[in-house]
């Protein structure tokens, strides 16, 4: 019965070879796809014009005046025309950015966050306690999402706070069941029971075998959920039951100028273009995403 | 110079005490049973009970390799995940050294300390985020050894079983192949210094030339570490290369336990011998001229009556319909339940008194 | 299968009633008080009180949703605080309608998604099939309201070809198949379908890509079927899919329809929902909301049966 202890000083300077992990080739293999690539540009543009939106508008978003009220495109001093209330489209549309990309990525990370906690919980329970909880989600679920959308913006009141909450609920129910099903197949690989077979408690099986796994899965989904998230959002100011005037936001200014179609209709028009384009961006990149991480359905 | 012998870079054998002397057998099972329930209908009836393991009993001695066979469905599988406690069994005992598992001498927790497993599919068996030697590293972490010391054992391991950790400790389990990955899974058994390892179906999925060296690695390491072996697979002779004492299973009981060599040359269960019979040989005069045993196995959702094997048994009675040999297994851990070796049994083959029986 | 249909038509039943709770709920999460719409702020305690006594609303919630269910089931669901109508009535009308734009919405939406996602996949990776996928991103991606906001002005603003709202003279309630109607119902649908159209190609375009690429696919060739022979065959284990896919989307544009109703003031449930919401209308909004709702769980229902039906396999899984 050997005694097995290496000695330091007979084993030579050593360089362990590394491989690719995972992440690794996730990025390499989205960095080849070159529509990917073109909308992440897109989105990181976006999301400078939320961050620095003030200091890169040449107007004050909430300068009116009467005189000045829907001049067309193309006006002197006003590249893209004034609105209903005369103030500068182009400001606008800028600084709107920033509460159009809140108000339609914060209910999805929000969602993310509580609903895969209670989609891991359910998948790796399995049993009575998954019985229970994915049956109460599938009862939300059995609405359609725009629907209870509305119905809680409605009951709940306009406003930002009241938005953000009916949106989170509203994609609660998809993150946790996509959650659910990843997790409990994750459970199933052997891996897992060599983990039980360790000893170890189920707290730290999931933090160091099942995580690993299926929140990859289970963000990229929620990725494909931040262009529906926008059109919700925008669509509930829209409606008069998001944000609130005179801020900014792409979808109550939708709102305030539809009287304005017969007068200046593409100036109407050009929040939604906005939203648009927000959309197709980030529905591309959950698209790249996906393909980079190879997964199936 | 040695500069440093560190406690948790000990691998002795025994890290833990032995309790229960050299006689005691290791493992013993008494009436182990498994069903598993079929889906209910609509109305709430059930269709059924599947008898993965109905009532078994073995015991396996300290330091021997004890080999399990039997057809897909016998419930080799099922025993084994049993012995784990990864299913929850319906009944029976499992005493470890003595102690029973789940009691208050012995926590689950502490039981898997000493006793691991290892599982046919070499790839299913790693976590495809972690490293190799993070996957060995882990049981060792889950017990108190601190990081960098299990690292250190990890790769230690490693090196043990063949592998380079310098070439393949931080690599993902995609990158090796099968051979090397399940040399991984033998590593990660041998991480918390067991004194049993269950290997099932271990090399099964692997290529002969590469099953060979695993099986030879086994060997090494079972007489290193003084580890003890249930050896559970369907390639019979493998089981033969490797085994000190066999058993074998039928829907879900043992039918004949015993020395590997004696059972191999004189089977005594029918069953035992139209499994063995049914090995091709390489000798082209030696063919096999009738298949040993006919029909499929039956289901084992609605096993026959009395002796499960009658409805294949060439040596069927009526008795055999009607009542259950029980296996009952001598001193020298031999045993085998049929009714022609039982005395006064019913069966026209049986012996008359315990002198023609034994 | 019997069985397993049998459970599955069970199965709706809880889920029902969760969703029954769910609006009643809903509704009764409102922070006002039901009946601030109708009172004038100086109302007397007593007329307030007999008020709530009429409509129920001092009584426990479990009893008021009891009672409020029980009258449901006999097609009962109260009467509607603003107009005073049976809220019934009005969501009948109203479902009809939006029923109108959302079948007719639906069929162009598949069949153009069909055509999009079958060419794609057929020619998958060639420059047709990038652009019918780049069609569906977009259908996908647009905000569906604005878009009818855009073919309002270039329609009906600028071309003048198109009605830019109603249902046609006569308001909701005369419907006729005839040009002088049905020319309201064109914008709307189109606008309608552009979602459900990308999501049925981008599935479509799955379903023949996996089809054609497996294996039975050859040796069918290898036997002599034609292109036309393999063509009926894609079509065939495509079909169940597909066809539940358009159902659901069906479900979709039956809850979700309220954005577009109110840009071409389609006198729809949409609209009835907004005008509820609006006017703090608790049993229309309730009432509304439990139609809408339970349309569509019955859709799935149908959408399920049909599917297993089509094929059996899933009654086995």
């Excluded at chain 3, 039975?216 to 009926?232: C, E, Q």
Aim: aromatic share 8%; charged share 15%.
């Amino acid at each position: 019965m050997m005694n097995i202890a290496v000695n330091p000083a007979k084993v030579p300077a050593v360089v362990f070879e590394k491989s690719t992990g995972y992440w690794q080739n996730v990025s390499q293999r989205f960095m080849r796809d070159r529509v990917a690539v073109f909308a992440a540009i897109v989105i990181l543009i976006l999301f400078a014009m939320a961050i620095f939106g003030n200091q890169l508008a040449p107007h004050d978003p909430f300068a009116a005046s009467i005189m000045k009220r829907l001049k067309p495109i193309g006006f002197p001093g006003h590249w893209l025309g004034t609105d209903e209330l005369g103030r500068d489209m182009l400001t606008r549309l800028i600084v709107g950015t920033k509460l159009s990309l809140f108000m339609g990525i914060t209910p999805v990370v929000l969602a993310f966050c509580i609903g895969s906690v209670i989609g891991i919980i359910a998948g790796y329970a399995g049993g009575a306690v998954n019985t229970l909880i994915m049956r109460t989600i599938d009862v939300f679920y059995a609405f359609p999402s725009v629907l209870l959308a509305i119905a809680l913006s409605g009951v709940l009141g306009a406003g930002i706070t009241n938005s953000l909450i009916s949106l989170t609920i509203v994609f609660i129910p998809p993150i946790a069941r996509v959650s659910e099903s990843v997790t409990t197949q994750i459970r199933s690989r052997d891996f897992v029971d060599a983990a039980r077979a360790s000893g170890a408690n189920a707290f730290t099986i999931v933090r160091v075998h099942v995580l690993g796994n299926v929140l990859g899965p289970i963000f990229v989904y929620a990725t494909s959920l931040i262009a529906v998230s926008m059109i919700l959002a925008s669509g509930l100011s829209f409606l008069g039951l998001g944000v609130k005037p005179p801020e900014p936001e792409w979808g109550l200014m939708l709102n305030t100028l539809r009287t304005a179609i017969y007068v200046q209709p593409w100036i109407a028009a050009m929040p939604g273009v906005m939203i648009f384009i927000t959309s197709i961006a980030f529905n591309l990149l959950s698209d790249g995403l996906r393909t980079a991480m190879e997964i199936k359905n | 110079m040695n500069t440093h012998t560190t406690q948790s870079m000990d691998i002795t054998p025994h890290a833990h005490a032995d309790v229960g002397g050299p006689t005691q057998p290791l493992l013993m099972v008494q009436d182990l049973i498994k069903h598993f329930a079929l889906p209910k209908d609509i109305l709430g009836r059930s269709s059924g009970v599947v008898r993965a393991v109905d009532g078994i009993d073995f015991a396996v001695r300290k330091g021997e390799t004890l080999g399990v066979v039997g057809e897909s469905g016998c419930g080799k599988s099922t025993t084994a995940r049993l012995l784990m406690n990864l299913t929850v069994p319906d009944h029976g005992d499992i005493i470890f050294d003595g102690q029973s598992v789940g009691s208050k001498e012995l926590s689950l927790k502490e039981f898997r300390r000493q006793a691991q497993m290892v599982f046919q599919d070499s790839y299913a068996s790693l976590n495809p985020r972690l490293t190799i030697e993070d996957s060995v590293a882990f049981a060792p972490q889950v017990h108190g050894v601190d990081k960098q010391a299990a690292i250190d054992r990890a790769r230690d391991l490693l090196a043990r079983v063949g592998l380079d950790p310098r070439r393949f400790a931080e690599r993902y389990p995609h990158e090796l192949s099968g051979g090397q990955r399940q040399r991984v899974n033998i590593a990660r058994a041998l991480a918390l210094q067991p004194r049993l390892i269950i290997l099932d179906e271990a090399v099964s999925a692997l290529d002969k030339s590469v099953e060979a060296q695993v099986l030879n690695l086994l060997l090494d390491l079972k007489e290193e570490f003084g580890l003890t072996y249930v050896f559970i697979s369907h390639d019979l002779n493998v089981v033969r290369y490797i085994s000190d004492r066999v058993m074998v299973m039928y829907l879900g009981q043992v039918v004949e336990i015993g020395d590997c060599e004696t059972l191999f040359e004189s089977p005594r269960h029918p069953y035992t011998r139209a499994l063995l019979s049914s090995v091709p040989s390489m000798d082209p005069d030696n063919r096999t001229e009738e298949p040993p045993l006919s029909g499929d196995p039956p289901n084992p959702i609605n096993p026959p009556s009395g002796c499960r094997f009658h409805t294949r048994c060439v040596h069927a009675e009526s008795v055999c319909s009607t009542t259950m040999p029980k296996l009952v297994t001598d001193a020298q851990g031999t045993g085998v339940a049929c009714l022609m070796h039982v005395v006064r049994s019913g069966h026209s083959a049986a012996p008359l008194s315990e002198q023609e029986a034994a | 299968m019997l069985s397993f249909l049998l459970r599955r038509i069970l199965y709706t039943l809880p889920i029902m009633l969760g969703v029954a709770l769910v609006c009643f709920a809903l509704v009764h999460l409102a922070p006002d008080d039901p009946l601030v719409s109708i009172l004038p702020p100086d109302a007397s305690q007593e007329l307030q009180a007999r008020l709530m006594e009429i409509y129920g609303f001092n009584k426990p919630y479990p009893e008021q949703f009891f009672r409020w269910v029980m009258r449901a089931l006999q097609g009962d669901l109260g009467t509607s605080i603003a107009s005073g109508r049976p809220v019934s009535t009005e969501v009948m009308t109203a479902v009809a309608n939006t029923l109108r734009l959302a079948i007719f919405a639906t069929l162009i939406g598949f069949i153009f998604g069909c055509l999009f996602g079958f060419v794609a996949g057929y020619f998958q990776n060639s420059w047709i099939d990038k652009a019918a996928s780049l069609t569906s991103v977009l259908g996908v991606s647009v905000p569906h309201y604005w878009l009818g906001m855009v073919l309002v002005i270039i329609f009906s603003s600028t071309l003048m070809w198109l009605p830019p709202s109603g249902a046609g003279p006569g308001g909701s309630a005369d419907w006729h198949w005839n040009w002088e109607h049905m020319q309201h119902l064109i914008l709307p649908a189109v606008t309608m379908s552009v979602i459900p159209m990308g999501i049925i190609a981008r599935t479509v375009r799955a379903l023949v890509a996996d089809i054609l690429a497996q294996e039975f696919i050859v040796g069918l060739r290898a036997k002599g079927l034609t292109n036309v022979g393999i063509f009926m065959h894609v079509v065939k284990n495509a079909a169940p899919t597909a066809l539940a896919v358009m159902g659901l989307q069906l479900g979709y544009l039956l809850g979700g329809s309220i954005l577009i109703e109110t840009v071409f003031s389609w006198p729809g449930t949409g609209f009835l929902l907004n005008a509820a919401i609006f006017q703090r209308d608790l049993p229309l909004l309730q009432g509304t909301i439990l139609v809408l709702a339970m349309f569509f769980v019955v859709l799935n229902l149908i959408v399920d049966v049909i599917q297993t039906l089509l094929d059996p396999r899933i009654a086995r899984g």
